[in-house]
C-alpha cells in the first residue's frame, strides 16, 4: 500500500476557525510527508478531538507537523481529527510517517557504567523538534542496543529523556538514581513534562506508578517479566 494515496478530489479541511487547522490547510501532502512528527505533551492541553494516543492520564503522543520556525521557536502543528482527511491518507500512514520521520533529528547521548555493569542513557534533541519522543524508538534512539526485557525511561522534560536497558534485577536499582537526575533535569526547565518512571518495551510506554520512595505498582505485565529477570 503506498504511504500516501493519490484520490484527486481532496476534501477542504472541516474547521475553519482553528489556528492550527488553517496553517495545515496551505501545506500539501508532498511537504507534509516529510513534516510529520510527533510530539509528547501533557494530556490536559490537548483540544477537542486530536490526533493523540494516551500514555497514561497524565501524557499523549500527538501526531504533528512541523510548522517550522515562528517568534525563534519550532511551531507544531497538532492535527486535529476532524481535518485528518484533507490529504487523503490513512490515518494509520500518517502515524507510520511521523513515526519514521523522527529518525531524521539530531540527538545528543550520553551514557554512564553502573558498578553492575548496567549503562544508563541521558539522551536530548540537538535538532529543531524536542527529542522527547525519541523514546518510542529506543532501541534506535540509544545507538542499536538491544532491549530484549525493555528499559526504564524516564522523560523529565519534552527535549530529554532517560533510560536504563534492563538486563537483571538489578537493573531495577536504577529507579531511585533516576528520580533523583530527572529532578535535577527539570530544574531549569520552565515547563518540566513529568517525574514519572515508564518502562519501554514493543515501541511503547507504561507507567510503572513509582512513588518518590521508590517503590512501585506495576502491571502484572511487568511483574511477570521482573519474577523472570536473573539476579545479576
Known amino acids: 500500500m503506498p504511504l500516501f494515496g493519490s484520490r484527486k478530489n481532496v476534501p477542504k479541511p472541516l474547521c475553519d476557525e482553528h489556528g492550527p487547522c488553517k496553517a495545515l490547510a496551505g501545506i500539501s501532502v508532498f511537504e507534509v510527508r516529510d513534516r510529520l512528527r510527533l510530539l509528547v505533551t501533557p494530556t490536559r492541553g490537548l483540544g477537542p478531538d486530536p490526533m493523540a494516543r494516551q500514555i497514561d492520564d497524565e501524557l499523549s503522543v500527538v501526531l504533528c507537523v512541523n510548522g517550522g520556525k515562528r517568534g525563534g521557536t519550532t511551531e507544531a502543528l497538532s492535527i486535529a481529527e476532524h481535518a485528518a482527511d484533507q490529504w487523503s491518507v490513512s490515518r494509520a500512514e500518517l502515524w507510520e510517517r511521523a513515526f519514521a520521520n523522527l529518525a531524521t533529528e539530531q540527538l545528543n547521548r550520553q551514557s554512564f557504567n553502573a558498578t553492575n555493569g548496567d549503562v544508563l542513557y541521558a539522551v536530548n534533541g540537538t535538532g529543531v523538534w524536542p527529542g522527547a519522543a525519541q523514546a518510542l524508538r529506543l532501541e534506535n534512539a540509544l545507538g542499536g542496543v538491544e532491549l530484549p526485557h525493555g528499559a526504564l525511561v524516564t522523560l523529565p522534560t519534552s527535549n530529554a529523556f532517560c533510560a536504563a536497558p534492563i538486563r537483571s534485577s538489578s537493573s531495577l536499582n536504577a529507579i531511585r538514581f533516576m528520580i533523583d537526575l530527572s529532578k535535577q533535569l527539570q530544574a531549569n526547565d520552565p515547563a518540566p ?14 507507567n510503572l506508578n513509582v512513588g518518590d520512595n521508590g517503590m512501585m505498582r506495576p502491571s502484572a505485565r511487568f511483574r511477570e517479566l521482573a519474577n523472570r529477570l536473573p539476579a545479576t
Open 193 to 206: 513534562l513529568t517525574s514519572s518512571i515508564f518502562w519501554y518495551r514493543d515501541g511503547w510506554l507504561e
